[in-house]
Structures are given as C-alpha cells and as structure tokens.
C-alpha cells in the first residue's frame, strides 16, 4: 500500500524580546532542548524563526538567555508536566 506525503506548512514564530541577546524556539518538534531553533532578531527586537510542520497541533516555547518563556500572542495554551503551560500551535 503507498504511503501518502504529509504536506508540511511553513509557520513563523515570533517573540519581541528587546534586550535578549538569545532567543531560542523548542517544542515537541524539536525534542525540545535536544534540537533548537535560534531565532534571528531584527533591528526593532522582534526574533523570528520559520520551520516546516505537519498538520496538527504541535506544542512550543522559547528559551529566551536560558529562561523558559511563554509566547504572549498565543491563545492556545494546554497543561504540561511541570504545572506551568505549552503554548500550542494548531497547523492545519
């Protein structure tokens, strides 16, 4: 039987963080800390990252100068294992 593609989707994170000098993005597509993405800051303090996903929820946060933090526009927010929250990105 052939197995069908998974499309993946091109998402943008951001993040202003004006005085961080390092802003990492992880989540359940990254392993979290095993492979995380450096996000690129531009001159006005916004960090972005760009990755492909497959479609379905997929959860993350950022690792701003070694601080787990959340994304404060993200809605979507589902419990963790550690008492605080993921923030939760739905690609469709």
């Known amino acids: 039987m052939a197995r ?3 499309t993946l989707k091109k998402q943008t994170f951001r993040t202003t963080e004006t005085a ?3 802003v990492l993005l992880v989540g ?3 392993d979290w800390q095993q ?3 450096k996000m690129v800051k531009d001159s006005g303090g ?3 990252a760009t990755v492909k996903l497959p479609p ?3 959860n993350y946060l950022f690792i701003v100068d070694g601080q787990w933090c959340d994304d404060p526009e993200c809605a979507l927010r589902v419990p963790n294992p550690y008492g605080g929250y993921n923030m939760a990105r739905q690609v469709t």
Do not use: L, M, N
Request: hydrophobic residues 35%.
């Open 4 to 6: 069908e593609a998974t």
């Open 20 to 22: 961080a000098t390092s």
């Open 28 to 30: 359940d597509f990254t």
């Open 35 to 37: 492979r995380p993405i």
């Open 46 to 48: 916004v960090w972005t």
């Open 56 to 58: 379905g929820t997929h």
